[in-house]
């Protein structure tokens, strides 16, 4: 999944690994796992596959590495996304957690659900901002308003900002059943 999202960030413009990592923690790293560790394999398995082109820029005395799509890489990136979309278990290590929550002191269980939520809340908080963000910048941008891309972007935003609103309510009521007592 890291090479399509390369490629559907390249797609938007020539960009450094750095570049590309800054964007990924602003958009897709929201809902998908990214580091500068999964970037460059990534990277270099594009260019050996012929999707991506490096090209090396020299700008104020200090050598960038760029990425670029290529043409071939544009078309897998097309094809890929005119696949249907694959419904996929959750991979949730909260889950995972839950399943064996009795094993877990009383009072502990309540601090991990709290701690949990505190990350959740932060999370939708950020979330709710970049929402805001974009709705006022695009207020003042008809040009903006009309780009698909931007749609499909703020859709996805959309859509991380009421996942995690469910969590934190979901988590909440869990949390609040357990200092009831009336979890067993």
Same mark, same amino acid.
């Given at each position: 999944?890291?090479? *399509? ?31 500068? $560790? ?10 050996? /596959?012929? &999707?991506?082109?490096?090209? #090396?820029?020299?700008? $104020?005395?200090?050598?960038? *590495? ?13 094809? !890929? ?20 929550? &009795? ?10 659900? #709290? ?10 908080? /950020? ?6 963000? /974009?709705?006022? &910048?695009?207020?003042? /941008? ?25 969590? *934190?309510? !979901? ?6 059943? !357990? ?6």
């Amino acid at each position: 999944m890291q090479d *399509k999202i390369i490629l559907g960030l390249l797609l938007d413009g020539d960009k450094s690994s750095y570049d590309l990592q800054k964007s990924m923690e602003t958009s897709t790293g929201f809902f998908y796992n990214t580091s500068q $560790g999964s970037i460059q394999p990534a990277l270099k398995k594009l260019v050996q /596959n012929g &999707h991506v082109r490096l090209e #090396e820029v020299r700008r $104020g005395g200090r050598s960038k *590495k760029v990425y670029s799509i290529t043409e071939e890489g544009r078309e897998e990136f097309l094809r !890929w996304a005119d696949e249907p979309i694959a419904l996929e278990k959750p991979r949730d290590p909260a889950l995972v957690k839950m399943f064996f929550f &009795h094993y877990a002191s009383g009072e502990r269980r309540i601090e991990l659900v #709290e701690e949990y939520l505190r990350e959740i809340e932060a999370v939708e908080a /950020n979330l709710r901002r970049f929402q805001r963000m /974009n709705r006022d &910048h695009l207020e003042k /941008n008809e040009e903006l308003r009309s780009d698909p891309r931007v749609r499909s972007r703020l859709d996805t935003l959309d859509f991380g900002a009421d996942y995690y609103a469910f969590l *934190k309510g !979901w988590y909440g009521n869990y949390l609040r059943r !357990w200092r009831e007592g009336t979890e067993p």
